[in-house]
């Protein structure tokens, strides 16, 4: 099937790399990632998600330690804060792959990270309005 002169538009450029240019996408056709900020891809279940909602996890002399703020030096990984996710992370040996750290690395730290965090979640009253 043929397509006419119009749908393919003209070329940019002529020879070997001639290419057409590219559509410019309009603001409502735009990714949802924008509008929530950066978006960073979980080591333990591969699916992407806004970076304030998911752990950075750095290599401190062989342990690996929960950034909280989010601004130690190095290389980090990306981790819900969910211990299924950290399960599936070390069974696969992601962090050693995402971090470029040879040898074995001990997830203690964040596991105890997540049962806290797990551990506030549950004492923490369900209604904010209750405590006043």
């Known amino acids: 099937m ?3 002169s119009t749908e393919r ?27 929530r900020g950066p978006v960073r891809t979980c ?6 998600d806004a970076r304030s909602s998911l752990l950075r996890v750095v290599v401190v002399r062989d342990l690996l330690v929960v950034d909280v ?5 190095g290389r980090g990984a990306w ?26 690395l ?3 730290v964040v596991a105890e990270h997540l049962a ?6 549950r004492t923490a009253p369900a209604d904010p309005a209750s405590t006043v």
Do not use: K, N, W, Y
Not at 9 to 28: D, I, K, M, Y
Not at 43 to 48: A, D, E, K, L, N
Not at 69 to 73: C, E, F, G, T
């Open 79 to 104: 981790l819900h804060p969910d211990p299924g996710c950290l399960e599936l992370a070390t069974r696969r040996r992601a962090f050693g792959r995402a971090l470029r750290h040879a040898g074995p």
């Open 116 to 121: 806290a965090i797990d551990q506030e979640h």
């Open 43 to 48: 080591v333990g279940c591969r699916s992407t």
């Open 2 to 4: 043929a397509r006419s």
């Open 69 to 73: 703020a989010r601004s130690m030096p």
């Open 9 to 35: 538009g003209r070329l940019v450029a002529a020879g070997r790399r001639a290419r057409h240019p590219s559509p410019v996408e309009p603001a409502a056709q735009r990714p949802l990632a924008d509008a």
């Open 106 to 108: 001990d997830a203690a």
